[in-house]
T-cell receptor, first 115, second 109 residues
Framework: ETGVTQTPRHLVMGMTNKKSLKCEQHLGHNAMYWYKQSAKKPLELMFVYNFKEQTENNSVPSRFSPECPNSSHLFLHLHTLQPEDSALYLC??????????????FGEGSRLTVL | GQNIDQPTEMTATEGAIVQINCTYQTSGFNGLFWYQQHAGEAPTFLSYNVLDGLEEKGRFSSFLSRSKGYSYLLLKELQMKDSASYLCAVRDGDYKLSFGAGTTVTVRA
């Protein structure tokens, strides 16, 4: 139990579907992140939020739309995805950014399969 | 861009020692992290090095040489539960972590 909870753990969707991934952290952290993990590849940073404000969009296609209503919750809205988007999507949090960033605490991930 | 290299796979026997090397070339350096990830689970923090030298934490130790762009994670007295993927990550700015592709360690009886 890392204090970061992701739902759903598994998701299968067609290319025309709209779905959302949810992340919640119970650690009192101020920064939250979305990472993409594909087999045999390094984790790719997608988005970073600090105090609900987006501080990083790592050239992510617009079919991925993040939402951060408060410092404890982070969503990733998915629409018209492609099969190559199939991957494990990891949410993480940290106390803050800069000198306050510390290490990342990860959730267990949402395994996404796009048919 | 950032370049972080580590071996893809390593196999060792229970009770033995394994050393996972990580070399990096990044635009900046503000610390190096090692994470452990069991299959189907979250990556969990193992160690952090920002100064040269060895950091020891129980059976696990991590070493850093900033001038050589090199780190290693040393796992001693291997146990079956140590079978996992080990991720090397470099913080190259205020908060961005760049990860290697991970090293899958298999411990055999």
């Amino acid at each position: 139990e890392t204090g970061v909870t992701q739902t759903p753990r598994h998701l299968v969707m067609g290319m025309t579907n709209k779905k959302s991934l949810k992340c919640e952290q119970h650690l009192g952290h101020n920064a939250m992140y979305w990472y993409k993990q594909s087999a045999k590849k390094p984790l790719e940073l997608m988005f970073v939020y600090n105090f609900k404000e987006q501080t990083e969009n790592n050239s992510v296609p617009s079919r991925f739309s993040p939402e951060c209503p408060n410092s404890s919750h982070l969503f990733l809205h998915l629409h018209t995805l492609q099969p190559e988007d199939s991957a494990l999507y990891l949410c993480a949090s940290s106390p803050g950014l800069g000198l306050a960033s510390g290490e990342l605490f990860f959730g267990e991930g949402s395994r996404l399969t796009v048919l | 861009g950032q370049n972080i290299d580590q071996p893809t796979e390593m196999t060792a026997t229970e009770g033995a020692i394994v050393q996972i090397n990580c070399t990096y070339q990044t635009s900046g350096f503000n610390g190096l992290f090692w994470y452990q990830q069991h299959a189907g689970e979250a990556p969990t923090f193992l160690s952090y090095n920002v100064l040269d030298g060895l950091e020891e934490k129980g059976r696990f130790s991590s070493f850093l040489s900033r001038s050589k762009g090199y780190s290693y994670l040393l796992l001693k007295e291997l146990q079956m539960k140590d079978s996992a993927s080990y991720l090397c990550a470099v913080r190259d700015g205020d908060y961005k972590l760049s990860f290697g592709a991970g090293t899958t360690v298999t411990v055999r009886a």
